[in-house]
Nanobody, 126 residues
């Protein structure tokens, strides 16, 4: 079992920044790849970014490239999402997810993840 706890969400003006954190505990085998997803009201859960334990195989959704940065500190079992130049369309509940070793190309698919956090709300005002 893996427990994931997100933090760092909040209300920010357009153009501002936030840093989300996700602390993992439990079976580290199941945190080989960590990902961030988001879901806006009435919309599907969308991929945001993912990273492998080694720090390689980093992927971003086109909508956040150049603005968001994913990173992880394996010593702290924590993954981060630095979000800059935030836009109102970034407003959503952000979820942290983890999974064991699987092909990297599938890291953008939410249904390949085994464990999920409870989510943290990010609201960007215009």
């Amino acid at each position: 079992q893996v427990q994931l706890v997100e933090s760092g969400g909040g209300l920010v003006q357009a153009g501002g920044s936030l840093r989300l954190s996700c602390a993992a505990s439990g079976r580290t085998f199941s945190t080989n790849t960590m990902g961030w997803f988001r879901q806006a009201p009435g919309k599907e859960r969308d991929f945001v970014a993912s990273i492998r334990r080694s720090g390689s195989a980093i992927y971003y959704a086109d909508s956040v490239k150049g603005r968001f940065t994913i990173s992880r500190d394996n010593a702290k079992n924590t993954v981060y999402l630095q979000m800059n130049s935030l836009k109102p369309e970034d407003t959503a509940v952000y979820y942290c997810a983890s999974r064991g070793p699987r092909p990297d190309y599938s890291s953008t698919n939410w249904n390949t993840y085994d464990y999920w956090g409870q989510g943290t709300q990010v609201t960007v005002s215009s």
